[in-house]
């Protein structure tokens, strides 16, 4: 990839484990040079920071190349990651094999607040959100027990690469280079823990692509007691009655398993794998996503090109339900 006229072209070689404390000194080195523009920044399109070696353990080291512009970098594709529910979340990205781990593979985000996450123009992968974490008992220790109630990561807040636990809400976006051929979609295949949107910035492009809108209900108050996922919490009058919130709901293949439900063996096309009884809850309640594997009713962006996306997790449309529960996040 070349850089625009008259911009400089810089590759820095670092190592993950000491990125924290070089990007700070590699941006104030791009802030003083004579063609840098002021407005380079961390998370910006001016920097993009990739794994080009594949974890082999959870704690391997891994390299990566920062490749910088002194001036705006072009070609990227850049995602806000917003979070509009009432509670803090912690955003997590997975890429498939052979792309780069995006921003670190997860971060923490507060109600109301967004993060813009720079992603390369063929970058394949994921995103999803964990809830209710707890990474203090696992800061000084190599433990990888889980540290969120949905979408874990070994305990981890930088996934580094690793998929999240399920049952989680996932966000599958594959980037192609040439030509109109973004493709995204939201996925309850793996199971449900929130509901998101995904939208482009503009609709400029052409063809333009599809907004994919979020839940009318929450599916975790219409989870079936076989499907659920749920932690005891004490309520506050006291603290002398405790009750099961539910945080997550399985598919019906990551709860019994068969695969008649999970489209697999001899179910594994779409004339022998059908909508069931548990996927129709999931339709009922987030008509937009995938409930299971060879849902044709899904919504997708597909052969489409915007150069920014708006992933929102608890958008406008969200059930009731989950703000009555906010406080028990």
């Known amino acids: 990839m070349l850089p625009p006229p008259n911009h400089t072209l810089l590759f820095f070689h670092c190592n993950a484990s000491h990125t924290e404390r070089t990007i700070p000194h590699l941006i104030a080195f791009l802030k003083t040079a004579k063609s840098a523009s002021s407005s380079i920044e961390r998370d910006g399109a001016s920097l993009l920071c ?7 353990r959870s704690d391997a080291p891994r390299s990566a190349v920062v490749v910088a512009y002194a001036g705006r970098l072009e070609g990227v594709v850049v995602f ?37 996450v720079v992603a390369p123009p063929t970058w394949t992968g994921r995103f999803w959100a964990r ?45 192609l280079r040439a030509g109109p051929t973004t493709s995204y979609d939201v996925s309850l295949v793996d199971g449900y823990n929130l509901p998101v949107a995904v939208a482009p910035t503009t609709t400029g492009g052409k063809p333009q692509c599809a907004v994919i809108t979020g839940c009318a209900k929450d599916v975790n108050a219409a989870c ?44 594994a096309t779409p004339d022998t794998c059908r909508a069931s009884v548990y996927s129709r809850v999931f ?46 996040m």
């Open 50 to 56: 990739s794994s080009s070696i594949t974890r082999s």
């Open 80 to 116: 806000h990651v917003a979070n509009k529910c009432p509670f803090p979340i912690w955003p997590a990205t997975a890429p498939n094999t052979g792309h780069p781990v995006l921003a670190g593979g997860g971060f923490f985000l507060p109600p109301r607040k967004s993060k813009r």
């Open 131 to 175: 809830t209710a974490c707890n990474f203090t008992n696992n800061s000084n220790s190599n433990s990888n027990a889980a540290a969120c109630l949905t979408g874990d990561c070994d305990g981890r807040l930088a996934c580094n690469g690793s998929i999240g636990a399920p049952p989680a809400t996932l966000v599958e976006v594959s980037l």
């Open 224 to 267: 079936p007691p076989e499907l659920q996922v749920t932690t005891t919490t004490t309520t506050t009058d006291g603290g002398k009655k405790q009750k099961d919130v539910v945080v997550a709901c399985k598919s019906a293949c990551l709860a019994f398993g068969l695969d008649a439900l999970c489209c697999r063996g001899k179910y």
């Open 283 to 328: 339709k009922d309640a987030c008509p937009a996503y995938y409930s299971y594997a060879y849902d044709t009713t899904a919504a997708t962006g597909s052969g489409c090109y915007a150069p920014e996306y708006i992933i929102t997790f608890c958008p406008d449309r969200w059930g009731q339900e989950i703000t009555d529960r906010a406080a028990q």
